[in-house]
């Protein structure tokens, strides 16, 4: 979306970028499964309420990983591990 936005720009196509992450062996892909999905829903303390934001919190969560971001909001939240 922030493509389609020209909010970022990319070097090449979408498609041509996507498919070059897909190969690098440093980026994993992770499916939303239901314990994410619980997890977004249950967020404990105040989380704003983009859907997106609280998949990749609770995604975070769930694998107990580090976000690295320059979100505010992500960031200035407590209860997830975020750096950048």
């Known amino acids: 979306m922030l493509f389609e936005r020209n909010r970022i720009e990319l070097s090449t196509t979408f498609d041509a970028w996507l498919a070059e ?21 249950r967020l ?19 694998l107990d990983v580090p976000l690295i971001t320059a979100d505010t909001k992500i960031l200035d939240y407590k209860h997830v591990q975020a750096v950048w």
């Open 21 to 41: 992450l897909e190969n690098n062996a440093f980026v994993e892909f992770i499916p939303v499964d239901n314990r994410i999905a619980v997890e977004a829903n």
């Open 44 to 62: 404990p303390g105040d989380f704003h309420r983009d859907p997106a934001d609280r998949l990749i919190v609770a995604t975070a969560r769930v």
